[in-house]
């Protein structure tokens, strides 16, 4: 259920109504837009019939929320989320294209810190890496893990980038959140109640990735996981499903970005390069996908991808990053929007 507030409620009477809110038990969400202010709640929403919440002088209405998720919802909030990564000004779902690049796994200090200084070049806002690998065999290169914080802690010192990186598991959500600015959820995670709930109270955004199988209704109540421990940071990332289509690594779901850009609050970035699985198809896939009204791109980029240790295939080279980013401000740039810049 959510309360309207009509738009010259005062403090004092959004605070009458959040009392009673609570007094019926319910949790309440408060969400401030431009010209209002909206109270969802969470709980058992009988107790909220059995009040008169219409008497209160400042509320002007209340919505049922049918969607079996809430918070994610984009009822339940005033406007966009805005996804601040570190202490730039605006964050992803601010209008701005906003785009992440990395290697898929942080392979050496080298590499790391090369890739960092290209990538913030080219128009990166942020760096990913991964420290931690999920890998579809146990015997394939799963990262340098605490080694690979470091790097990253250096790579973001030296250039600014804030650090977005996996977390595969409830014991590494700690560690993992001392380093990273945002930390990744991995398709293969979507489900891990959990590590979602964990990571929701981490402190830190999460940038949760859609499941190879996964449903968008499916998705969105994992996203409530993160939000319902009181996280509303949370960043949604299309990269492919799992579909008959075999010519492709996985199948981008093009219109999961405008489906899910109407049925929550939350940003939306599409991964072109785990889409593709190869490196010929991504700038295309990637295009396509700011086209469609994603917030951002998740992309991988190597300094020398044939040599990568993992999705070597799919990572643009440096060069053909900075190719990608000047033809994303051309569409940027037709579709009256603009590439969100570094903070300085
Ligand atoms: C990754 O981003 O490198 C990754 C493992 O992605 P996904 O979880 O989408 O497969
Ligand atoms: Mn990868």
Request: hydrophobic share 45%; aromatic share 4%.
């Amino acid at each position: 259920m959510i309360v309207v507030l009509r738009p010259d409620a005062t403090e004092s009477d959004l605070e009458q109504v959040i009392e009673k809110i609570q007094e019926l038990g319910l949790t309440p969400h408060v969400s401030r837009g431009v010209t209002r202010t909206i109270v969802g709640c969470i709980g058992d929403e009988d107790r909220l019939r059995e009040v008169p919440m219409l008497s209160f002088p400042a509320v002007e209405t209340i919505l049922p929320v049918e969607k079996p998720y809430k918070l994610a919802a984009r009822e339940f909030a005033a406007g966009d989320t805005v996804v601040k990564l570190r202490e730039a000004a605006g964050g992803v779902g601010d209008g701005a294209i906003h785009v992440i690049a990395g290697p898929c796994s942080v392979e050496s200090r080298e590499m790391i810190l090369d890739t960092a200084e290209s990538v913030k070049q080219a128009g990166a806002v942020a760096l990913r890496g991964g420290a931690f690998k999920p890998r579809t065999s146990p015997y394939s290169f799963r990262g340098l893990g605490p080694q690979a914080l470091e790097y990253l802690a250096e790579a973001r010192a030296r250039t600014g980038l804030p650090v977005v990186t996996e977390v595969l598991d409830t014991r590494q959500v700690e560690v993992v959140a001392q380093t990273a600015d945002v930390l990744q959820i991995g398709a293969r995670n979507m489900q891990n109640f959990a590590l979602l709930s964990e990571a929701g109270e981490a402190g830190k955004p999460v940038l949760l990735k859609r499941g190879l199988s996964a449903t968008l209704e499916e998705f969105l109540l994992a996203a409530e996981y993160i939000l319902s421990r009181g996280n509303r940071n949370v960043i949604l990332c299309e990269r492919g499903i799992r579909t008959f289509e075999r010519a492709l690594r996985f199948s981008l779901d093009i219109g999961a970005v405008p489906f899910l850009k109407k049925e929550t609050h939350l940003p939306v970035v599409i991964d072109p390069s785990h889409a593709a699985g190869r490196r010929d198809l991504v700038i295309p896939i990637a295009l396509a996908g700011v086209a469609a009204g994603a917030d951002g791109l998740l992309v991988e980029t190597h300094p020398d991808p044939d040599r990568a240790r993992s999705d070597g295939d799919q990572s643009l080279t440096l060069g053909t990053f900075a190719s990608l980013m000047e033809q994303v401000k051309q569409i940027a740039a037709a579709l009256g929007r603009s590439l969100a810049t570094a903070a300085a």
